[in-house]
C-alpha cells in the first residue's frame, strides 16, 4: 500500500502527497495539520525522532464502500533529544479516523502515542 510505503521512504512530502491539498492529519491530542506543507512537516517530525521508523500494514477489511487499515509504526528514538528506546504503536483506521490498539507496553506508548486520526478528503481516498 502506498500510504504504508510512503511512512517508511523517509520522505515526509511523500506522506503527504497522498493527502487532498487541504486535507488534515491529527495526531494525539495536537491540533489538526491542515495542507500538504503541514501534514509534511507532522511526517518529517516522526522520522527526525525515528530515523529507522518503519510502518508495517497488519491487516486491510474491505466492507460496502467502507475499508479498515490496521498498521504497527516500529521505531527507535535516535533523532535529536532521543532516548534510544525502540518502541511500537498499532492503530486502526475507521472510516476516516485513526484509532490506537491496545498492544504497546505502556512505556513505549510513551515514546509513540498511537491515537492517530486521520480526516481525508473523499478524493484523496479514491487515489488510493
Not at 4 to 16: E, F, G, I, K, L
Not at 53 to 82: I, R
Request: include cysteine; aromatic fraction near 6%; charged fraction near 20%.
Amino acid at each position: 500500500m502506498r500510504y504504508t510505503a510512503a511512512w517508511c521512504s523517509q520522505n515526509p512530502a511523500s506522506v503527504a502527497a497522498l493527502y487532498s491539498h487541504d486535507g488534515s492529519l491529527t495526531v494525539n491530542d495536537d491540533p489538526p495539520a491542515v495542507g500538504r506543507n503541514a501534514i509534511t512537516e507532522v511526517a518529517q517530525s516522526f522520522m527526525t525522532a525515528l530515523p529507522d521508523l518503519c510502518v508495517v500494514m497488519d491487516d486491510l477489511v474491505l466492507q460496502g464502500d467502507q475499508a479498515e487499515y490496521s498498521w504497527t509504526l516500529t521505531g527507535t528514538h535516535t533523532g535529536p533529544g532521543g532516548t534510544g528506546r525502540r518502541g511500537s504503536a498499532s492503530a486502526a483506521s475507521r472510516n476516516g479516523v485513526w484509532e490506537p490498539m491496545a498492544r504497546s507496553p505502556p512505556h513505549r506508548a510513551t515514546l509513540m502515542r498511537p491515537s492517530i486520526a486521520v480526516n481525508r478528503k473523499k478524493e484523496a481516498n479514491q487515489k488510493e
